[in-house]
């Protein structure tokens, strides 16, 4: 986009770009940065003398900041009380978050964006008077039209209050905009996961698949070039060791995650990388399944169940049929595989739900992640089962049941399968391949430090802040060096063995 690399004398003196959220009730052990206000910031620098990133992560007051602040962004993705992981407002400290807005005075352009601020965009404008304007979908483009003309209705994805109503203008389409990332320099704060140094990516936007449980039933996909992907990763601090992939299906190109593998290898980048997929690709494409080994790859794979008539149900576009050949293909590899599965289908037994367990052995999967299904009001899931008998949703959670399956034998049927599974035998494989991506002893170590800050003290931010500063100096490092060399050499006797 042109507007992207024109050059523009500052029109405003400072901007400060706030992200709200005390608690994060996605990551226990670490903090990730909030990579999408990033790239909203370094979409519109160049039109501020000065522009702070406050994450309230790490701040106990705004106020301090908002000395010669003329526009006052904030992002708030989180917040949905309902059918989100279980989660309700109260983890997501909204009364907080509010207090903050209403701390903003009525001097400062006040602008909100995030995907929770735009479902809840009316009662925002009604009950906050000093919001000038929320951006409504991605921010990137439609912020820094606001910014250049002010109030318009020709710009498209902005809602805001005039002569006493709300207007709204049309939506505005999802793009990618070429070599636009965060400006990494603006980051007060250094991310952790695990004890390690970690960062964001966005390699993607949208889904062009239709399943049948997604409220947004599918949309556009955008990408960016692997050449592009690559500059950015070259840009982060040479001490991250986690770069996490944010898109929903990160391997929609092959050959862009070719391309991009290589560009990996050749510079020698020694990362770890993690990535939501589908198991399509990885079922078609041996040369795609090696180059994500080479590159050090995580990879989190939507498998929801093992029956195909579940599959179907989902409207998941594959068939058992085409998990187990990714997972055959992953077999030999030492790519960490952590399977997402969905209970509480149509017809689905509890016979066919317990299951899982051995399938996810047998499958060499490492990690699992049960999920209850759930019914969103706008998806196609909802319109399905309007139509049928014997399958229910429950208003408070938007999880679905059946009469095969009760909510109660559902929740205990979660908790069975994951002691099966990892109480198991299998468990040891893991450690071996996880070698290869971790210093294993180290991170069993910080675990065991952070649970204890969890539940004795109870996320105290000092003992945070010590956690991280020792994890900088670990003088066991040695011996963690002799504990992991052994595990990969367990590791590459059992892949030889399985061979």
């Known amino acids: 986009m042109k507007t992207m690399k024109e050059e523009i004398k500052p029109k405003f003196n400072k901007g400060l770009f706030v992200y709200p959220y005390r608690k994060d009730p996605w990551v226990q052990f670490g903090k990730l940065p909030p990579i999408g ?69 009525e001097d400062k352009k006040l602008i909100l964006g995030g995907t929770f601020a735009c479902e809840i965009k009316d009662y925002l404008l009604e009950n906050f008077p000093n919001i000038d304007i929320i951006i409504n979908g991605q921010g990137e483009e439609t912020l820094r039209e606001y910014l250049i003309k002010g109030y318009s209705k020709k710009i498209k994805g902005i809602v805001y209050k005039g002569k006493g109503k709300i207007i709204k203008t049309p939506p505005r389409e999802m793009n990618i905009v070429p070599y636009l990332y965060p400006d990494r320099s603006l980051r007060k704060y250094k991310y952790y996961l695990f004890g390690s140094r970690m960062d ?30 690559f500059e950015e990763l070259q840009k982060m601090d040479k001490d991250i060791k986690y770069v996490l992939i944010n898109d929903n299906n990160f391997l929609e190109d092959v050959d ?105 052995h047998q499958s060499w999967i490492d990690f699992i992640c049960l999920n209850r299904l759930r019914c969103y009001p706008q998806s196609e899931m909802a319109r399905i089962i309007e139509k049928l008998d014997g399958i229910y949703v429950d208003n408070s959670s938007l999880r679905v049941y059946t009469d095969q399956i009760s909510r109660e034998e559902l929740t205990r049927l979660c908790k069975l399968i994951v002691n099966q599974f990892y109480l198991s035998k299998y468990l040891f494989r893991t450690f071996c391949k996880l070698s290869f991506h971790l210093n ?26 010590l956690t991280e500063t020792l994890s900088r100096f670990n003088i066991l490092y040695p011996l963690d060096l002799l504990f992991n060399s052994l595990l990969r050499l367990a590791g590459r006797v059992i892949y030889r063995i399985k061979s």
């Open 37 to 105: 206000l990033e790239i909203v910031a370094a979409s519109v620098k160049d039109l501020f003398g000065r522009i702070d990133i406050i994450d309230m992560r790490f701040e106990d007051d705004l106020t301090q900041y908002l000395d010669g602040v003329d526009i006052v962004c904030f992002s708030i993705p989180w917040g949905r009380e309902k059918g989100v992981a279980g989660s309700t407002s109260k983890k997501y400290d909204l009364e907080y978050v509010y207090q903050l807005i209403r701390s903003i005075p």
């Open 256 to 360: 862009r995650i070719m391309t991009l593998t290589d560009l990996i290898k050749k510079h020698k980048m020694k990362k770890t990388f993690w990535a939501q997929c589908r198991s399509t690709p990885l079922a078609k494409r041996k040369d795609l399944v090696a180059k994500l080994n080479e590159a050090r790859f995580i990879l989190a794979i939507g498998i929801e169940s093992p029956q195909d008539h579940v599959l179907k149900w989902l409207r998941k576009g594959y068939t058992r049929k085409i998990n187990d050949e990714a997972f055959e293909n992953m077999k030999r590899t030492a790519i960490i595989i952590q399977a997402y599965y969905i209970i509480g289908n149509y017809q689905e037994t509890r016979e066919e739900v317990l299951e899982i367990t051995d399938y996810s």
């Open 200 to 229: 964001c990516i966005y390699t993607s936007h949208g889904c062009p698949y239709k399943c049948a449980y997604c409220e947004f039933e599918g949309s556009k996909w955008h990408s960016r070039s692997a050449e592009d992907i």
């Open 440 to 465: 294993v002893p180290f991170v069993f170590r910080f675990l065991i430090i952070s649970l204890f800050n969890i539940y004795l003290f109870k996320r105290n931010r000092k003992m945070i802040i």
